[in-house]
């Protein structure tokens, strides 16, 4: 009787635990209960709406727009995140009506692919311009794929956001840029965008990127991920980021240079997009003998230093070189032919623009904002304004020939402190026009038959250099040359006039009988270089610069460990790729007049070491068990055979942590060794350590035993059975006496 009430009492709490199990599981998916979520959907058109955009209406996030054959006379705005996919592009047709864009693409993550998309064009919605485009992408990583574009009034594809993927397209015959990548916010630039075989054919330009305007400081706008697999006419764009070391094949049809240096551009061709070599935040760029045409901007360079233009010809554009925000660049030998404007420098420091050809039709070289830059030795004609200053100060403007000007042979506007020294300006408008501007000298100068030979707003401007140095030439001076002197007053003819030079805020004291003529040049040039006599652990480069105060530096040469001869227009600034301590260069210049520079400069001890030190070997004392707050010695055996070793530190890790603590090792003289010490720690503490060993050149090595790291276990202070065991004992008397309570417990 007694157990079948043991038995029933048990059937009872079984059945309570169940019941109670199971209405717990209830009230779990009472309240767990989820909304049924619409599956995405395929709308056919025309099979369910007549119309793409009818159908756009009606879809939601997600869904798939499947568009049949046909020709679709629509202005078709994405403003979902969906699939537009047509069923084939060379007959399903999407067509603008010459009526704005096209396609135009407003939600994040949309697709538009398989269609053949044309006949955008721009359109007049007061006050707003409307553009002409194909497809018009304003939100973030959407994707047009597989789609011909074709015969719109602007771009093919526009990308005004960030993260787009843009594959497999064919965009031909669009009336300004086939594929632009143009940011308009400099809070939301149009980067990271991947660009896989697209096909650019006989757009009016093929392929450009625009940074916003004014240019700002920010590289985003110019990352983007584009290979070689896009073509422009038939050739490979080489649109490089991080690259460097290099030089751009010579099958090139776009050439963008991005966070580089020591690239080379050479011996190319380049036409019909909107930049023939885009350059930006590059250093050490060296473009030679390149022949660009029909484009909007021939050279574009932002954020760039230390580059070289040299020897190219660049035809048929709206700026021959727009370059911005750059300092210490050459643009030397060049030949810019029917431009609006040829060399185009916005705020720029330190440049030299010298023995260009250019020839204008608004401006030959316009220099904004610019200062302590070099304009030497141009010829320019023909434009509107030839040579132009505005707002910059201290430029050297010099030994140019200006003629032929419909407005202004120079024009220096807010622009005070300038040297304009020896310059020809002739059958110009105006030979020299100021503007707001003083402190200018002009002197040495040629003003020959302009309509008007000077201008000057407020006056403050000096035109001569004092006596016997003398003035400018005026081709309608009409004074004699008798007498001589400060004053002009002592017998005797000196080739400056006997009465100064005067106009309306203008005197020449001293004008010139004759044109100026250069007295000979026999000083040779001074030739620096910018080593900082450091150790490097990559290869770097050495710039070297060069001045001339009279003829100017047509040159600077250079050899590396007596090895052949360089030139540094043609082949760059010197790369130093040897390892030693002891690396020689040999560098000297020469100018104009043939003078060279000797002897040449020698210097000695540049340094590059690319190898890190060598650890041989590392040990700890005690080798076996640590005992609970026992200091770890810790020793290792590092060298390094060139730059030699700068530090050596321990790093170890206690437990799971992350973050390490490092304390510097010492070298011992007597042992040869790096030796530092690990603190104590208690019991049960599990260290792992590894030893990091720098050189002078910066470069470093881990020993972390192969990924594993140095480790040891701080034992503790008994056997880890001990508390175990007693455990156990305190459980087993537990049962027993509860056992015994049990059996003497009644049930009635």
Not at 63 to 90: C, M, P, W
Not at 105 to 112: H, T
Not at 613 to 623: L, N, V
């Amino acid at each position: 009787m007694r157990g079948e009430r043991r038995v029933a009492v048990r059937r009872k709490t079984i059945s309570g635990i169940m019941l109670a199990l199971l209405l717990v599981g209830m009230l779990t998916l009472a309240f767990n209960i989820q909304p049924v979520k619409a599956e995405p959907t395929t709308i056919v058109v025309p099979d369910h709406y007549e119309k793409i955009q009818w159908a756009i209406g009606n879809a939601s996030d997600g869904d798939t727009i499947f568009v049949r054959a046909g020709t679709y006379f629509e202005n078709v705005v994405v403003d979902k995140t969906l699939s537009l996919v047509g069923e084939n592009r060379s007959n399903t047709i999407i067509d603008g009506n010459r009526n704005g864009i096209v396609v135009r693409v407003l939600a994040s993550n949309a697709v538009v692919s398989n269609f053949t998309i044309r006949n955008g064009a721009r359109t007049i919605s007061n006050p707003m311009v409307i553009p002409g485009n194909g497809v018009d992408i304003g939100s973030s990583g959407c994707t047009i794929t597989g789609n011909i574009i074709t015969n719109n009034t602007d771009d093919g594809i526009c990308i005004y956001s960030a993260y787009c993927t843009i594959v497999g397209n064919i965009i031909a015959n669009n009336e300004y840029i086939g594929i632009e990548i143009k940011t308009v916010s400099i809070n939301n630039p149009a980067s990271g965008s991947i660009l896989r075989d697209n096909s650019m054919i006989n757009n009016t330009y093929n392929f450009g990127v625009q940074p916003l305007r004014p240019g700002l400081p920010k590289l985003a706008p110019f990352i983007q991920d584009i290979d070689t697999s896009n073509t422009v006419n038939g050739k490979p764009i080489y649109y490089w980021v991080n690259e460097h070391d290099k030089q751009v094949p010579s099958d090139a049809g776009y050439v963008a240079i991005i966070n580089s240096t020591n690239i080379t551009v050479k011996n190319l061709k380049l036409t019909n997009n909107y930049e023939g070599v885009l350059i930006a935040y590059s250093n050490n760029i060296l473009i030679d003998s390149v022949n660009i045409s029909t484009v909007t901007h021939g050279i574009t360079i932002h954020y760039s230093h230390h580059n070289n233009i040299s020897a190219s010809t660049i035809l048929n554009n709206h700026k021959g070189m727009f370059v911005e925000f750059l300092n210490d660049n050459t643009i030397t030998d060049n030949t810019i032919l029917n431009s609006s404007f040829g060399v185009f420098l916005y705020e720029t420091t330190n440049n030299i623009v010298r023995g260009n050809t250019i020839t204008a039709s608004y401006s030959n070289i316009w220099v904004t904002n610019s200062h302590y830059n070099q304009i030497c030795q141009n010829r320019v004609s023909g434009s509107s304004y030839s040579l132009s200053l505005g707002n910059s100060h201290n430029n050297l403007i010099e030994k140019n020939l200006i003629t032929r000007a419909r407005g202004q042979g120079v024009s220096v506007y807010d622009s005070n402190n300038n040297s304009i020294i020896s310059n020809t300006m002739a059958l110009n408008e105006y030979g020299i026009y100021f503007c707001r501007s003083t402190g200018n000298v002009i002197y040495h100068s040629g003003f020959i038959n302009n309509t008007n030979q000077v201008f000057d707003h407020i006056g403050g401007n000096i035109y001569d250099n004092g006596y016997p140095s003398g003035g400018n030439y005026w081709s309608d001076y009409t004074g004699v040359d008798k007498k001589s002197g400060p004053n002009q007053d002592k017998p005797g003819s000196d080739g400056i006039g006997d009465t100064p030079y005067t106009r309306h805020n203008v005197e020449d004291r001293y004008p010139l009988m004759n044109p100026w003529t250069t007295p000979k040049d026999t000083t040779a040039p001074t030739s620096y270089h910018d080593y900082d006599g450091l150790w490097h652990n990559t290869d770097f480069t050495i710039t070297l610069t060069a001045s001339d105060d009279f003829s100017g530096v047509n040159e600077t040469y250079y050899s590396i460990n007596d090895g052949p001869t360089k030139s540094v227009s043609t082949d760059g600034h010197l790369l130093i790729t040897t390892e030693g301590a002891n690396n020689k260069l040999e560098y000297w210049s020469v100018d104009n007049a043939g003078n060279e520079e000797l002897p040449h400069n020698i210097l000695s001890g540049s340094k590059l070491d690319k190898t890190p030190p060598t650890i041989g070997m590392s040990s700890r004392i005690p080798e076996g068990f640590v005992q609970p707050n026992q200091i770890v010695k810790v020793f290792a055996n590092v060298t390094d055979v060139m730059s030699d070793v700068k530090s050596v530190w321990v790093a170890y890790f206690i437990n799971n942590s992350t973050n390490g603590i490092k304390f510097i090792m010492t070298f011992n003289s007597t042992t040869g060794l790096y030796e530092s010490a690990i603190l104590e720690q208690q019991a049960n503490t599990l260290v792992r350590y590894a030893i990091i060993a720098y050189d002078n050149a910066g470069n470093h090595i881990i020993d972390d035993n192969i990924g594993q790291y140095y480790v040891y276990t701080v034992i503790p202070e008994f056997p880890t059975w001990t508390p175990i065991l007693l455990i156990l004992i305190l459980l087993t008397f537990a049962i027993a006496i509860y056992k015994r309570r049990l059996l003497k417990t009644p049930i009635h």
